[in-house]
């Protein structure tokens, strides 16, 4: 955090400031609700947990990805970003493809690992309920682990 030192005329005097990681951690452990602190980031941010269920979204998700996350609590992610392999039988997280999501593996290993990753390629082949036809969407997405939750962020979006 940053440094006081030295008076001026009587008052403190500060010299350095806070860093955006530091004042993250701060807000976030501080007491502020999660879902308060997330719907005050410009960038589109979703909390999950080990199983890669959805545990709360902010609002840029949700305009992101059209629907209202809020009714989605509890959902796969792979169900939330409408994968293509979630809607197999043995659905997101079961099928052979699961093993090398990019947005699995990511979120696992920060929870595992406790170590934040920035701006890692995922891509995804995703079935849109409107219109409905495939198409490969390409993410850059970053993660970091707070009080028990991964918080997913997604960085860039480009759909082939």
């Known amino acids: 955090m940053g440094e006081v030192s030295g008076e001026a005329d009587g008052q403190r005097v500060i010299t350095h400031g806070i ?4 004042a993250f951690h701060l807000i976030a452990q501080g007491g502020m609700p999660l879902q308060e602190f997330l719907d005050g980031l410009p960038e589109p941010v979703m909390a999950v ?5 959805v545990q709360m979204a902010n609002k840029e998700i949700s305009r992101l990805l059209h629907k209202d996350l ?9 169900e939330v970003f ?12 079961g099928t052979i493809h699961c093993s090398g999501c990019a947005i699995r593996r990511t ?13 890692v390629p995922a891509c995804l ?36």
Not at 70 to 78: D, E, F, Q, R
Not at 133 to 155: H, P, Y
């Open 19 to 22: 860093c955006e990681e530091c």
């Open 49 to 53: 947990d080990s199983d890669v269920n």
């Open 70 to 78: 809020s009714l989605n609590v509890g959902a796969k992610g792979g």
């Open 82 to 93: 409408e994968c293509k392999y979630a809607r197999f039988p043995e659905g997101c997280g």
């Open 107 to 119: 979120i696992t290993e920060t929870f595992l690992s406790g170590q934040s990753q920035e701006k």
């Open 125 to 160: 082949r995703q079935i849109p309920s409107d219109p409905g036809e495939e198409q490969e969407v390409r993410l850059l997405i970053s993660t970091e682990k707070v009080n028990g939750v991964v918080l997913l962020r997604i960085d860039e979006v480009e759909l082939q």
